[in-house]
């Protein structure tokens, strides 16, 4: 669905994105995660082709992203606003048009999706009438709107309480569900590990982590199980030590042993067991390892440290 | 520009043109600024008319000392007619071959006013003086000795208005009509008084034959370059104004970046300029309208000698010169942080536009001369003082200046909406600061 192939974009010979190299497949929804200045928002903007990298490559479904294929995605920035004083449905039905719908269509199309998102009611108001929350939702449809087949979302869930958060997960999974791609740009980790597939980690312009959210927390998982269960847990072979919180035990495993071998020696001693995982760290715990320790860093290169997000 | 482009394109230009003409704003600058220059001329014009004729009404007595002896005989009134001309009554046709038998009296419409103020000797200027302090004359003229010879005529007045011209020249055909009273008949001394009355000028005209030159007729031919140049340069300015208030607001309401994810900053930009220009070009319209119904059935009945030619080369000025400064404007727009910070530059810019309303007198009555061609091939200045030029009486404007003249705005515009459409993709998403003048000319130059 979506290519991107060594792209390197630098600002005052300051190189904001370098090399980054990943591919999105269709259907799935994606994040890119990265501390504030890593390069996201020049990421996705080079996606959207508002700017353009200085080098390597960036395709959509086979194609360079150009005026053409730019209509297949949807882009929701961090930096949004709307026309205040426009009406609600109007607001919405302007960017149907601008992204190919006939007039009348996107004023249909605008319409249902405000029913959607439980905002009909407040279609013939003035865009500034709304609550923030509200507002947000309605930025949320100017994303939405068109039937994209690439949704491209920085923060979207900023702002709105959890039903809203809710609705609007169930919203990309019906788009997801309908072929849609989703990328998504977030500092909410929790919501990574619930609705992501796959995530891209960035730090310093650099891509320091790639692979499905699976796989990434199990990477940085510590050599441990985590294990619920009835019985003596202390003193089976391969297991270091043991910690136990709420019911809940950590069992610390020694070099060499599997958690094959821990399961077999528990089930061997007659242990009751109601639950038994790899101990994998939650993404947040990844993340900020990634970030103070400068994995995945290349120091010979490194830019500047981590600040606002460079401008043109 | 392929279809899809194209309606995106409208689709901003539709959205642009009715957002800005269903304001209140609009509204009020279609009806309220023709309202305010209907009202500054009409105050004007009346308080004109209204002082000429308060400056005769108080002068009812005039005290005249005489050492030249020329005077003895004089009559003891004098007295003046005001002609109150109302520009709009209906005049004589003065097209055509100027026919002195046809034109007597012609164009002259309007209401006869007499006014009289007698006239007292005094013997010296120490008894007029007493006269004059004591209120009994409004004025004192004093005729030398040597009168004759060197002139020198003093007045005395105790006060003297803006109009002191009008009570000058009654006083004026008074001594002329007396100083030859009695040496030759009647008939003469009048026609002595009143030289150049009922005087008709011919002008050589565009097309070649002599033209009669009639006052209000005079007055359509200097009005109207100007009337011309400033819808021009208003259309132009109000047009750039609203380009840069409509960037400068989507760049505080911070949805540019959503927008141009559905549209190039390139085609934002035209239908900007589209959009905003038709609403400038209505405004413009509307104006023209008003100006019609109001002064129209005149200019109807006076004609103008403005061949069509010059008025297709206005619009072609018009779009040229719109596009220059509306590409400025958005560039400025884009550059800028809010309204205000925008306002503050491109001050600058439409200034440029006004300058040949301030030299208006002297492109119109030396159309030819280095000033106004310079000024005509400027492209700041080129669309209004080109307008002024072809449209003043009797200009003869070489066809190489115009072509020179739009083929240098054609290019002006050129630069500037390349320019202004790098500058406006990078701009758009800075926030927060200014960039300094050759950080924009190098993104003018390179672009993103």
């Not at chain 1, 101990?279 to 715990?285: G, I, M, N, R, V």
């Not at chain 2, 009005?223 to 208003?234: E, S």
Request: a positive charge; aromatic letters at 6%.
């Amino acid at each position: 669905m979506l290519e991107v192939r060594n792209v390197t974009k630098r600002y005052d010979d300051r190189a904001v994105v370098r090399e980054v190299s990943f591919e999105v497949q269709a259907g799935e929804i994606f994040a890119l995660l990265g501390p504030n200045g890593a390069g996201k928002t020049t990421l996705l903007r080079m996606i959207t082709d508002i700017i353009r990298p200085d080098s390597g490559a960036i395709l959509l479904e086979g194609r360079p992203v150009d005026g053409a294929t730019r209509r297949a995605i949807a882009y929701l920035p961090e930096e949004r606003g709307l026309y205040r004083r426009s009406k609600v449905v109007e607001c919405l039905a302007y960017f149907g048009e601008l992204k190919g719908l006939p007039r009348r269509a996107a004023r249909a199309a605008a319409a249902e999706l405000l029913a959607r998102v439980e905002l009909e009611a407040w279609a013939g108001k003035q865009v500034q009438a709304l609550s923030k929350g509200m507002q947000q939702k309605l930025q949320l449809c100017t994303a939405l709107i068109g039937a994209p087949r690439l949704l491209i979302l920085d923060e979207p869930f900023t702002g709105l309480d959890p039903l809203n958060v809710r609705l609007f997960e169930g919203i990309l999974h019906e788009r997801r569900q309908a072929g849609a791609t989703v990328l998504l740009s977030t500092h909410q980790m929790n919501k990574v590990e619930q609705v992501c597939d796959r995530a891209l980690m960035m730090n310093r312009g650099h891509m320091v982590l790639h692979g499905t959210v699976r796989e990434i927390r199990r990477r940085y998982a510590d050599h441990a199980v985590v294990v619920r269960a009835e019985g003596v847990l202390g003193g089976v072979p391969g297991v270091r030590s043991v910690e136990s919180v709420n019911g809940e035990s950590r069992l610390m495993l020694e070099p060499g042993a599997t958690a094959d071998q821990v399961l077999r020696a528990l089930l061997d001693r007659g242990v009751a067991i109601e639950a038994f995982a790899p101990a994998a760290l939650p993404l947040e715990d990844i993340f900020v390892k990634v970030v103070r320790e400068g994995i995945g860093l290349d120091h010979g290169q490194s830019g500047p440290p981590p600040a606002a997000e460079p401008t043109p | 520009m392929n279809g899809d482009a194209l309606r995106r394109v409208m689709t901003v230009a539709r959205r642009e043109f009715l957002t800005t003409i269903r304001r209140r704003a609009f509204l009020f600058t279609v009806l309220g600024t023709p309202a305010y220059f209907a009202v500054v001329m009409l105050v004007t014009s009346a308080a004109e008319v209204r002082e000429r004729r308060e400056v005769l009404r108080e002068l009812s007595a005039v005290g005249v000392v005489d050492s030249s002896g020329l005077f003895a005989q004089a009559t003891r009134e004098i007295r003046t007619q005001l002609r109150a001309e109302n520009p709009f009554a209906q005049a004589r046709g003065s097209r055509g071959l100027p026919d002195p038998r046809s034109l007597s009296g012609g164009g002259q419409a309007g209401t006869i006013e007499e006014f009289r103020a007698s006239v007292r000797f005094y013997p010296g200027m120490a008894e007029a003086e007493a006269a004059l302090r004591a209120r009994e004359v409004d004025q004192v003229i004093v005729v030398p000795e040597s009168y004759l010879e060197a002139g020198g005529v003093r007045r005395y007045a105790r006060s003297s208005s803006l109009f002191s011209g009008t009570d000058g020249r009654a006083i004026g055909a008074w001594l002329a009509r007396n100083l030859v009273r009695g040496r030759v008949d009647s008939a003469l001394a009048a026609r002595v008084a009143r030289p150049v009355e009922g005087e008709r000028l011919y002008n050589l005209g565009r097309g070649g034959a002599f033209e009669l030159k009639d006052d209000r007729r005079q007055l359509v031919d200097i009005m109207l370059p100007l009337v011309f140049a400033l819808l021009l340069g208003m259309c132009i300015t109000i047009g750039g104004q609203y380009l840069l208030q409509g960037v400068a607001e989507e760049k505080e309401s911070r949805i540019l970046e959503s927008l141009l994810c559905a549209i190039s900053p390139g085609e934002l930009m035209t239908g900007k300029l589209f959009g905003l220009g038709g609403a400038g070009l209505l405004l413009v319209g509307l104006w023209s309208a008003i100006g019609a119904l109001t002064a129209g059935p005149m200019l109807a009945t006076l004609g103008t000698s403005l061949p069509p030619w010059i008025l297709l080369l206005a619009v072609a000025y018009f779009v040229l010169g719109y596009l220059f400064y509306g590409s400025m404007m958005i560039g400025i727009g884009a550059v800028t942080n809010n309204m205000r910070e925008g306002q503050q530059f491109s001050v600058w810019i439409t200034l440029g536009s006004f300058v040949p309303m301030i030299v208006f007198t002297s492109i119109v009555s030396r159309p030819n001369s280095a000033l106004a061609v310079g000024l005509s091939l400027f492209p700041l200045t080129a669309p209004t003082s080109m307008v002024m030029r072809l449209s003043a009486p009797g200009a003869v404007v070489p066809a190489w200046q115009i072509g020179l003249s739009l083929l240098l705005l054609a290019a002006a515009m050129s630069l500037a909406l390349i320019g202004s459409a790098r500058v406006f993709r990078i701009g758009l998403l800075l926030y927060g600061k200014t960039p300094n003048l050759p950080e924009i000319l190098r993104w003018a130059r390179r672009g993103a």
